[in-house]
């Protein structure tokens, strides 16, 4: 076989040359996955004040001492009846007034307190030796502790009187009065006598004067 090799090689007299076949899968592009977004933390709920602890049952009042130093403040305590108050910081001195037997109460405040919004309130407790001070030193809003005490011991002095006063009688019950006596029996005689003088005097008929006599005379 005799081959020319004269003539070039072109594109036009080379072999097809077949291309590959594009791939038939479509290509995936490689995605990462997003990092999570930060998850803020849900509000906290608002939360409700805190309120004081209620009165202790049956208590008018109480209060604590302020004193400067803060130390060894009194606590004091009104009921209806009883006036409590503490003191000391190693040992407590504990009493108790009948507040019945409180006469006055009285404020009394330094520059010093008044500076701080303080005060003392003096009670002046009759005993039966005689009248003895208890002074509440230091107290917050001293007008108010004044007026609630001054209140509370003329309410308890009142009552103390009106029971005082109540006389209470153990003795037997009263008897029942004696029913009144019966009427006295009258005379028909006598009756039968005035019957006849108002028939004279022309008081009484004779129709009327014989039936008032048939009557007294039925009675007998």
């Known amino acids: 076989m005799f081959v020319d090799d004269s003539q070039p ?8 040359v077949r291309q590959p076949t594009e791939s038939l899968m479509p290509v995936v592009a490689e995605t990462r996955p997003e990092p999570p977004a930060a998850v803020s933390p849900p509000p ?7 309120m004081p602890p209620a009165e202790e049952p049956g208590v ?13 403040a009194g606590r004091y305590k009104l009921t209806a009846t009883m006036l409590y108050f503490e003191r000391g ?4 001195n504990a009493q108790q007034v009948p507040i019945a037997h409180v006469a006055d109460v009285d404020l009394r405040q330094s520059m010093t307190q008044k500076a701080r919004g303080l005060g003392s309130v003096v ?5 039966a030796s005689g009248v003895e001070l208890v002074v509440l030193d230091d107290l917050p809003d001293p007008r108010r502790a004044v007026a ?3 209140q509370t011991a003329q309410a308890a002095r009142l009552v103390e009187q ?16 004696a029913p ?9 005689i006598a009756q039968l006598r005035q019957l006849g003088e108002l028939r004279d005097a022309g008081i009484l008929t004779e129709d009327e004067f014989a039936t008032k006599k048939a009557e007294i005379l039925a009675r007998l």
């Open 89 to 92: 910081v190693l040992s407590t």
């Open 148 to 150: 609630v005490i001054n």
């Open 180 to 188: 009144a006596a019966a009427a006295s029996v009258v005379d028909p």
């Open 44 to 50: 906290a709920e608002p939360t409700a004040p805190r």
């Open 9 to 16: 090689q072109v594109q036009d007299n080379l072999p097809a």
């Open 123 to 127: 009670v002046k407790v009759q005993r």
């Open 60 to 72: 008018l009042w109480s209060a604590v001492g302020q004193p400067i130093t803060g130390i060894g």
């Open 162 to 177: 009106q029971r005082v006063n109540t006389h209470h009688y153990s003795g037997p019950p009263p008897t029942a009065p």
